[in-house]
């Protein structure tokens, strides 16, 4: 069937119509950060809101992927490669949906600060963390556009790093609501938006992984490189998952 150059080109096209989307999933899921961040740091509600309806267009694109990628493999039955490509595109729309929900939960946590304003360098390691997953993120979706897996695996490795930035960051969140009560409530709110930042970090990882099947065919045969957690952000982590 695939012989038929009329095939060939109608299975191209649809090949790049789902890369495109998630391409625009990817650039979605960027922006949603950068709000999302800028949001916590102005304690700007206007802004929060909007990341967290702006969801929803993100969850429209991943159904939208979805429903292609399941009519292209009953239309074209492809093999190998070809399927690679699919089952790929389907991965990385799981993960950047979920990305996108982690930048909504970031706004519904501002939204629930109420206009709060404690010092600004409360913040600071937050910022930082979710400029380091953004730099991640990017070189990741430049990577599944080139299909590059020299970039990707720069990606998979960097994951460490933000493990290692969310320890450092949770203890200082500590030290701040030690040092003044009054800076309790909003440390707490920070640390759930570290932890969500943190698995932003994760996704992109994901990503990363999945590029390694495309371009491989298989799966990475090495063991993720995981930093360091502290005990206490590790029970957060559950409880937030509760």
């Known amino acids: 069937m695939m012989n038929d150059p009329h095939t060939a080109k109608a299975f191209d096209n649809?090949?790049?119509d789902l890369a495109r989307m998630v391409a625009e999933m990817g650039g979605l899921a960027e922006k949603q950060i950068n709000e999302a961040v800028s949001a916590l740091a102005r304690r700007d509600a206007t802004l929060a809101q909007r990341v967290t309806t702006g969801d929803a267009a993100i969850?429209?694109?991943?159904?939208?992927?979805?429903?292609?990628?399941?009519l292209t493999i009953a239309r074209r039955q492809p093999m190998a490669?070809?399927?690679?490509?699919?089952?790929g595109a389907l991965r990385l729309a799981n993960d950047l949906e979920r990305i996108g929900d982690l930048a909504k939960n970031i706004g519904k946590r501002v939204l629930a600060l109420n206009g709060e304003f404690p010092p600004p360098k409360l913040i600071r390691g937050v910022e930082h963390m979710a400029d380091l997953v953004l730099g991640q993120l990017k070189t990741v979706l430049d990577s599944y556009a080139q299909r590059d897996l020299s970039k990707a695996m720069v990606v998979w490795r960097g994951d460490e790093e933000i493990d290692a930035m969310t320890t450092s960051v949770f203890r200082e969140l500590l030290t701040y609501m030690m040092e003044d009560p009054r800076n309790i409530t909003f440390c707490i709110h920070l640390l759930f938006c570290a932890k969500n930042i943190e698995r932003m970090g994760d996704h992109a990882t994901n990503i990363a992984e999945t590029i390694h099947y495309i371009v491989e065919g298989k799966p990475m045969a090495d063991?993720?490189?995981?930093?360091?957690?502290?005990?206490?952000?590790a029970a957060l982590r559950a409880a937030g998952d509760r």
């Open 14 to 16: 649809d090949l790049q």
């Open 223 to 233: 063991k993720r490189p995981k930093g360091d957690d502290t005990t206490a952000f």
């Open 81 to 87: 490669v070809d399927l690679r490509e699919i089952v």
């Open 59 to 70: 969850d429209a694109l991943q159904r939208e992927i979805e429903e292609r990628a399941v």
